[in-house]
């Protein structure tokens, strides 16, 4: 095919899914695609909000089988809500029958980019990678769905605030052919498989279970640890041998000190029997134990002068049975076992959040509640659904912690239950910068999504904006604090940071050029220039104002 026919095709087939999305999706441009699928970005007008959908190709549509299971797994993974599972919101077909996916966008990269830029990651960061993965897989694993696919590529990270999320859940890969990757083989169901990271009873032919994810999760964590596989092998024959026979090489031999739990867990892991290897359910946990092997604080962790400290008797005092984490994920800790139940219906959660963000503890009306979260049901079933959630809230976290006044008003006893992002605020409006900062892991409620709950979703919005600029106000603080001290580092560090949080505000921006000139660094001020100008550019087609570039040009001049 000519290049200009192939040129018209694309065209064409952009145009075609431009106007049969409009105008509840706006097409902005085109992100990515490869041999199966085009991936664009599109405005959402009615929740305000950017998304990211993935259109099959026409070739990849021609196996009616391989169709009918990407729709049926592609709609269980829209009943997936977790802060390390990229959210699909919906799926739908064009008039030609073409599938799309209309999925959460993530600003950001593949985690193959960053082992590309650095070789391999450091024990503490690829136990955090690992911990969030486990999680990913665990939610997906208890909806009945395998990954099939877990590998750097099929996991993204996430800019601002580094979150990994785990993606292409192989949905289409059913739909490929043997001979579109030279390293890829098809087995049970027509699957295409990466061989790097294949478990045993894949490569005899067997259908892939949750265990077979467990095992490329092992696989990853020897590329995240040691740049390598778990095995000494060059070629695809050889790998597959591996696979089947070999025991993983021991990380020592590959120069990482790591804790003598870590090699355990990967070799459980690496099990060759799927049933000799840990349920996916307690992979985060066990990960996460392993994040603090070197015991070095980290940067946050260290007080910056000049800032309000908090004292460890302040934080101890007075501290609830239950912290729900809603900042930079989901999570509910401190709880005997029975409280996480209430995880699993993303209604229910995010009711509870609701409740329980605020700083203040207090009352919402019945009717506010209602208007939330079943707009769409008539009054009697929307006071039965909230009653309902509200008994299960009870039987979950405890009948002590949701409390009401009267009949009209619900709220939680902050005695039994408290969230980090109500912990956030308290500490930012009592000036402890620096803690409220170690608790900001990142945005409200990552990824999560609720059905049919259009106002809470604008809520979630709004507040997730509020507290980034928060934590944004909060990172000028420390650097000012940092610049009066004379640690120009460090007030660099955190005014980079504030930024990064607020990363479209022009104000921000204004600041860190000149605290970047004022300390001699103009090159680190005109790249922070030229980063916000792509942003810009890429999100909103848009341009700096003349302030930001005749401020810039003064810069220029002292160069």
């Known amino acids: ?95 030609s029958e073409i599938p799309y996916l209309v999925m959460q966008y993530i600003r950001g990269s593949d985690l193959a980019g960053r082992l590309l830029e650095k070789g391999r990651l450091e024990v503490e960061e690829s136990c955090s990678v690992l911990a969030s993965v486990g999680g990913a897989l665990a939610a997906v694993h208890a909806h009945g769905i395998v990954h099939r696919d877990v590998r750097p590529e099929s996991i993204l990270c996430e800019q601002p605030g580094d979150r990994v999320l785990l993606a292409d859940f192989g949905l289409a890969a059913f739909l490929a052919t043997a001979d579109e990757a030279a390293d890829r083989i098809t087995t049970a169901g027509h699957i295409v498989t990466d061989l790097r990271y294949s478990a045993p009873e894949f490569l005899v032919g067997e259908e892939p279970t949750s265990a077979s994810d467990v095992y490329s999760l092992g696989v990853l964590a020897y590329h995240l640890l040691t740049g390598d596989g778990p095995h000494d092998a060059a070629t695809a024959t050889a790998r597959v041998r591996a696979h089947l026979r070999q025991s993983p090489v021991r990380l020592r031999s590959r120069d990482v000190e790591a804790a003598v739990a870590l090699q355990e867990l990967l070799d459980a892991c690496l099990a060759k029997a799927p049933g000799d290897r840990p349920a996916s359910g307690g992979l985060a946990e066990a990960f996460g134990k392993l994040t603090a092997v070197s015991g070095v604080p980290r940067a946050d962790d260290i007080p910056v002068a000049g800032v309000r400290p908090h004292s460890v008797e302040t934080r101890a005092a007075g501290r609830p049975g239950l912290v729900l984490r809603l900042l930079g994920g989901l999570d509910l800790v401190g709880d005997t076992g029975t ?221």
């Open 1 to 95: 095919m000519a290049a200009t026919e192939a040129t018209d095709r694309t065209a064409e087939f952009e145009d075609e899914v431009r106007r049969e999305l409009s105008p509840d999706l706006e097409i902005v441009r085109r992100l990515g695609g490869g041999p199966l699928s085009t991936v664009y970005l599109a405005r959402e007008p009615a929740l305000q909000r950017l998304v990211a959908v993935k259109v099959l190709h026409r070739r990849a549509t021609r196996r009616a089988k391989g169709m009918a299971r990407f729709r049926r797994e592609a709609r269980a993974l829209a009943r997936v809500s977790h802060p390390n599972v990229v959210s699909i919101f919906r799926v739908g077909d064009l008039s």
């Open 339 to 559: 409280a996480r139940t209430v995880l699993r219906q993303p209604k229910r959660v995010a009711l509870l959040a609701y409740l329980a963000a605020g700083p203040e503890a207090g009352y919402r009306r019945r009717d506010s509640l209602i208007g939330l979260f079943w707009p769409d049901s008539d009054s009697e079933s929307a006071r039965h659904s909230l009653r309902q959630a509200l008994y299960v809230l009870r039987k979950g976290i405890g009948s002590s912690a949701i409390r009401t006044r009267g009949d009209d008003e619900v709220g939680l006893d902050p005695a039994a239950i408290e969230s980090d992002a109500a912990r956030f605020q308290t500490l930012a409006r009592d000036g402890f910068a620096l803690e409220a900062m170690q608790i900001y892991r990142g945005d409200l409620l990552p990824g999560f999504y609720v059905d049919d709950a259009p106002e809470f979703e604008h809520w979630l919005d709004v507040e997730r904006v509020r507290l980034r600029r928060l934590a944004s106000d909060l990172s000028w603080t420390m650097a000012e604090a940092a610049c009066r001290d004379g640690d120009d580092t460090e007030a660099a560090r955190r005014a980079r940071k504030a930024v990064e949080l607020d990363p479209f505000n022009e104000s921000s921006l204004h600041r860190l050029i000149e605290l970047l000139d004022a300390q001699g660094d103009r090159a680190g001020a005109l790249t922070a220039f030229e980063h916000f100008a792509h942003r810009l550019s890429e999100e909103y087609e848009a341009e700096p104002s003349p302030e930001t570039r005749a401020l810039v040009d003064r810069v220029r001049s002292r160069q």
